[in-house]
């Protein structure tokens, strides 16, 4: 399954202590796939390369490229800097289009979701974040009041966008993750 699925968790899947998400804590004994886990971290998730894509790209070309490689989330970077600005979200995408609020004709930035960057903190997850931390970001944001659907992983600097990674991604890393009891 690659990193942008659109498949759900069901809501008992990544269970969490609501304590542990709102400290803000990543005790892993509160989770429980923890076990699972073992020292795990986002790199062995093994993501597909991130698919960006420009604000001024038309809409039908982030469709096509989004439909060709089965991802539900592709990044949007600015065109001179290449920094991440947001992101979009193909089954959000195709309802706007369905209602008509945007076309295929029109560009990337009509449709897309900006990351609110003013007095916010944004967790970083790379490669080397342990899973337990990369559920709770799942299950709660970064503020543990905001659950997301997928994270951008980047380099440690935050320079790079290396990949998408959805909660599916987890949940089918520990079903394909023998348990030793």
């Known amino acids: 399954m690659s990193a942008a699925t659109s498949s759900r968790l069901p ?20 989770s429980v796939w923890a076990n699972k886990y ?12 991130a698919l960006s894509c420009k604000p001024s790209d038309p809409i039908s070309s982030a469709l096509l490229s989004a439909f060709e490689r089965d991802y539900t989330h592709l990044t949007v970077v600015a065109q001179d800097t290449r920094a991440l600005l947001g992101y979009l979200n ?38 080397d974040t342990p899973l337990e931390e990369l559920e709770m970001f799942f299950l709660g944001g970064v503020n543990g009041q905001e659950p997301q659907d997928f994270a951008v992983v980047t380099d440690g600097g935050r320079r790079f966008v290396l990949g998408v990674v959805t909660k599916s991604d ?3 890393f520990t079903k394909r993750r023998p348990v030793f009891a």
Do not use: W
């Not at 304590?19 to 990543?26: H, I, L, S």
């Open 90 to 127: 193909i089954p959000r995408l195709k309802e706007l289009l369905e209602g008509g609020a945007v076309t295929e004709e029109d560009t990337v930035d009509k449709a897309m979701l900006k990351f609110r960057r003013k007095g916010r903190v944004y967790k970083v997850i790379s490669m």
């Open 11 to 30: 809501a008992q899947s990544l269970e969490f202590s609501h304590d542990a998400a709102n400290a803000g804590t990543t005790n892993p004994s509160k």
């Open 170 to 172: 987890l949940e089918e």
């Open 38 to 49: 073992r020292g795990a971290t986002v790199e062995d998730l093994d993501p597909p390369p």
